[in-house]
């Protein structure tokens, strides 16, 4: 949610599908169908593609700059794919890689997601160095529950905002009233699911109003 009012637009995308790449299709039919439309600016990069290669990645942002006009969301997934051979522990290779993504960022006037997995432990984030977390201007955490299917998002670092929930009634961001919504939320207590509470408590979220007056 923006601090202020801004103009959105529908941009390009790009997805360097290295991962799973045989099965794109079908996961684009099934996106049509479940959403009653058609992706039709999505493009799609199926070959062989690697961070490391200062080749693959001049390479990567002629197509980008010849066949966009405009501004480009770009997803690579995933991040293993697309450094082979590096040592995601080594804070030298990150770097060149987060180089490299930044370099695209720039020539596309856009954003570029990163699809990379958690470790072993999930709840310590992302996986190898800790140069990767650090660099992001926002990491969303994505998870299924083994009992449901049901797959959560969450958002576990934003660069530039307040990364806690007290949020008094009266506060909004842009047109939206945040602090409204949160008073819904916990008059909706008793009716939210263990789930649902569950997760709203990992992020900090603050149930009793009286708390907020003494931050």
Not at 36 to 42: M, Y
Not at 65 to 81: C, K, P, W, Y
Not at 195 to 213: A, N, S
């Amino acid at each position: 949610i923006a601090r202020r009012q801004r103009q959105m637009c529908i941009r390009d995308r790009i997805y360097v599908a290295l991962e799973g790449g045989r099965g794109i299709k079908q996961r684009v039919a099934a996106w049509d169908y479940i959403n009653g439309t058609r992706a039709d600016r999505i493009k799609f990069r199926l070959n062989g593609f690697t961070l490391l290669s200062d080749i693959d990645v001049a390479t990567f942002i002629d197509a980008v700059s010849a066949e966009n006009e405009g501004a480009a969301v770009i997803i690579i997934d995933t991040l293993a794919q697309a450094t082979p051979g590096a040592d995601e522990n080594a804070g030298k290779d990150m770097g060149l890689v987060l180089q490299a993504a930044q370099q695209i960022a720039a020539a596309a006037r856009g954003l570029v997601i990163l699809i990379h997995h958690s470790g072993k432990d999930s709840s310590r984030g992302l996986r190898g160095h800790s140069s990767l977390n650090g660099a992001m201007d926002a990491v969303i955490s994505v998870e299924r529950n083994k009992l449901t299917g049901r797959r959560s998002w969450s958002v576990t670092k934003m660069k530039d905002a307040e990364e806690h929930c007290r949020v008094p009634k009266a506060h909004k961001e842009g047109d939206h009233s945040l602090g409204q919504l949160f008073s819904v939320q916990r008059r909706n207590k008793n009716t939210l699911t263990a789930e649902g509470l569950q997760r709203l408590d990992e992020i900090g979220f603050v149930w009793d109003p009286r708390k907020l007056e003494s931050n």
